[in-house]
């Protein structure tokens, strides 16, 4: 099966710039996560979508940070206004509903705030 | 919430050694612990999981075991070869609830000499 997809893969702005990731999931997942990997650290839950609606956005900085997945299928992050402190590695994953709990995760996108 | 230790941060060994990483979780609840393989630049790739209900698996040179009454787990790595170096992140989550997120460590970075 195709996987997890993203783009862009690398964005270099300067901070208090905004920014938008995309990602399509594998066919059929109803769920979507997105994580933010600092350097050296694990990947952390921004927000996670089961088909287009939100299950748990607890660690996102919703005064900065968005997602949206309208159709239940793509979804984009936006950060607005981007701080220096974004600078992070930002992965998608996807997973089946029900008893499938195994996340695929997509290539990230790197980006960098200068 | 799921908070997931990781050691050791690094870990150097022979080729052909064993490398063992061990991680402990907080959350009793817990009961689906994968293991993920991240190599420079890429994306997380899942290489291990097992669920509560088993204390050990194995699948060629790489074994996992989980003691629920301690609340940790471990990754074995057997006969480590050089494409063994990596980041390895466990992982721990409620599957089947409806807060099944997962919670990364912090990662371990394996160097295997040749």
């Known amino acids: 099966e195709a996987g997890v997809a993203q783009s862009p893969r690398y964005k270099i702005i300067e901070k208090r710039q905004s920014v938008a990731f995309w990602c399509n999931p594998i066919?059929?997942?109803?769920?979507l996560y997105w994580y933010q990997q600092i350097l050296g650290q694990g990947p952390k839950l921004l927000i996670q979508?089961?088909?287009?609606?939100?299950?748990?956005d607890s660690q996102l900085p919703k005064d900065r940070f968005s997602a949206e997945r309208l159709k239940g299928v793509d979804s984009t992050l936006k950060i607005q206004p981007a701080k220096l402190e974004d600078s992070a590695v930002y992965l998608c994953a996807s997973s089946r509903t029900g008893t499938r709990e195994t996340q695929y995760f997509g290539p990230g996108t790197r980006l960098l705030v200068l | 919430g799921e908070n997931v230790e990781q050691h050791p941060s690094t870990l150097s060994v022979q080729e052909g050694d064993s490398a063992v990483i061990k991680c402990t979780y907080s959350?009793?609840?817990?009961?689906?612990f994968p293991w993920y393989k991240q190599e420079l630049g890429k994306r997380p790739q899942l290489i291990i999981d097992?669920?509560?209900?088993?204390g050990e698996k194995k699948d060629q040179r790489i074994a996992v075991t989980l003691n629920k009454t301690a609340k940790h787990f471990s990754l074995h790595i057997t006969e480590t070869q050089p494409e063994d170096s990596a980041v390895y992140f466990c992982a721990a989550s409620r599957a089947g609830s409806n807060d099944y997120k997962l919670s990364f460590g912090a990662g371990t970075t394996v160097t295997v000499r040749a």
């Open positions: 959350d009793s609840a817990s009961n689906y």
């Open positions: 097992i669920r509560s209900n088993v």
């Open positions: 066919s059929g997942h109803a769920t």
């Open positions: 979508f089961q088909n287009n609606g939100v299950v748990d």
